[in-house]
């Protein structure tokens, strides 16, 4: 690491040492930019690093919403407004227990260089709260993403901020949050992406961040001589990026022996019937271990992290961070697992992604690997611009073309700045170029 990186990330643990998925993310970053750096002196002098590393704006708030029991609650809201450098703020918002300043600043810092590397004009962003939606009615849910974008649409704006789902947020709750929007404000406008498809929603949003991770995923694998047919495929999550990644990595020729939830996995040498979790997940809201009622050949095992340990090709963590630790990753390797695709943000701890590396498996990093989702999101933003629907092939053909540049870039910034088949460096490299460019572009804000 050059002195200047060292320096703003030693200054970082100063000033936000208590948040450690942000150092952690930071960490990551910035021990591969040196490279940048060496080329680039005049970065320091405009103080890059340090603004790169700060957000724009962190807004939080008080979510107050009254339960179905007529009780007061009150929740805690997040927008943090990480880098608008090459566009307006772009990204999602996470409703889950555990969400905090340090959970939201990771994810926006990680925004930015994943929106980046889509070549869209979106800049970054991430919001949330720490509202748990698991076990609330739907009118719970409403009267919560009422209040919340009752604060909330005071910064946001189709060409200021547009957020758009997470873990937690799917379609339900951007219906509500739009629908709060438009009455506040009157209007009609692409302030989120992820809408239903009656109101200004794109085809292919649900599928597009699970389509291209395995978009990603294949051309790693043809870049390095290998293919997704005849493959065994261990996903985790049952969400929404692990549902359509499963549904397209099958059609790719990928057997996908075994997804989970926050409870449990469960394990089908058949196949995952991907029909059956869809109908758990997205209609009946239920846990997945109710999977083996419809599928009795299949075994569910309490607990999450027990998924790694079964003999894979390809991994696909789609659930949450830091859900592959090191024991997971050694687990994976001894069982010759050959590709691993980020489908979550960053789900492999720091000393993860370093086996990884060493043992020369294919890792493709979450930035690039879980872009496919924002992408289709700012063209939802285009097609509302236009005042226009595209089919479901010419969005989805889009994104096959955004994610195979993707990996075109970061393989070339990896051949170029680090070493060849770093995707971990290529990703963060070719990401900070584009952004660097435009901050030094607009002078020292
Ligand atoms: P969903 O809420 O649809 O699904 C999340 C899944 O992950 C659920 O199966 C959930 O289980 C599991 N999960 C969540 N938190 C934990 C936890 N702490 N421990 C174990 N399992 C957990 O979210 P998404 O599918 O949208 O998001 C999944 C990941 O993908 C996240 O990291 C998100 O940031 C990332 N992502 C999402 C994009 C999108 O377009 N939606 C785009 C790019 C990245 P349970 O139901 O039990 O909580
Ligand atoms: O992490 C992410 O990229 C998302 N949750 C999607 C963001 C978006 O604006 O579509």
């Given at each position: 690491m050059s002195n200047y990186t060292q320096r703003v990330l030693d200054g970082l643990k100063e000033r936000n040492g208590d948040q450690k998925e942000f150092i952690q993310a930071a960490t990551e970053i910035l021990t591969t930019l040196q490279p940048v750096i060496d080329r680039h002196p005049e970065y320091e002098r405009a103080g890059l690093l340090e603004r790169y590393v700060e957000p724009e704006r962190a807004i939080l708030f008080r979510v107050p919403w009254i339960d179905d029991q007529g009780q007061v609650q009150v929740n805690r809201g997040y927008r943090v407004q990480f880098n608008s450098a090459i566009g307006p703020y772009k990204g999602g918002l996470r409703l889950h227990p555990s969400v905090n300043l340090s959970i939201i600043k990771f994810l926006g810092l990680e925004q930015v260089l994943k929106n980046s590397l889509t070549g869209l004009p979106i800049g970054g962003g991430k919001g949330g709260s720490d509202?748990?939606?698991?076990?609330?009615s739907d009118n719970e849910v409403m009267r919560f993403c009422q209040s919340f974008m009752t604060e909330l649409y005071r910064h946001i704006g189709k060409d200021v901020d547009v957020p758009a789902g997470d873990i937690g947020v799917g379609g339900r709750e951007i219906g509500y949050l739009y629908g709060q929007y438009k009455r506040i404000t009157g209007l009609y406008e692409g302030v989120l992406t992820g809408k239903g498809l009656t109101y200004g929603g794109s085809l292919a949003r649900k599928e597009a961040t699970g389509y291209g991770l395995c978009y990603l995923t294949q051309a790693m694998l043809k870049a390095n001589?290998?293919?997704?047919?005849g493959s065994t495929v261990v996903i985790s999550g049952s969400g929404n990026v692990a549902i359509y990644a499963c549904e397209k990595i099958t059609a790719m020729g990928g057997k996908v022996v075994a997804m989970s939830d926050s409870n449990g996995y469960v394990y089908d040498p058949d196949g995952i019937k991907l029909d059956v979790v869809k109908q758990l997940?997205?209609?009946?809201?239920?846990?997945?271990?109710?999977?083996v009622s419809a599928v009795p050949t299949a075994t569910y095992t309490e607990?999450?992290?027990?998924?790694?340990?079964i003999p894979c090709d390809i991994a696909l963590p789609c659930a949450t961070q830091n859900e592959i630790d090191e024991a997971s990753a050694k687990a994976l390797i001894a069982n010759g697992v050959k590709a691993v695709g980020e489908g979550?943000?960053?789900?492999?701890?720091l000393e993860a992604t370093a086996a990884f590396q060493a043992a020369k498996v294919l890792f493709a990093p979450a930035k690039a690997a879980n872009a496919g989702g924002v992408a289709v999101s700012a063209l939802e933003m285009s097609q509302n611009s236009q005042r226009l629907s595209w089919t479901f092939e010419e969005v989805d053909a889009r994104l096959k073309g955004i994610m195979e540049g993707i990996f075109a870039k970061i393989d070339a910034a990896a051949k170029e700045y680090a070493t060849p088949g770093d995707y971990v460096a290529g990703a963060n490299i070719a990401g900070f170029l584009k952004v660097a460019e435009a901050m030094m572009a607009q002078g020292a804000v």
């Open positions: 509202f748990d939606p698991k076990g609330k001589g290998m293919d997704v047919p997940k997205e209609v009946e809201r239920k846990r997945i271990k109710e999977y607990g999450c992290k027990g998924i790694w340990t979550a943000n960053m789900p492999s701890t």
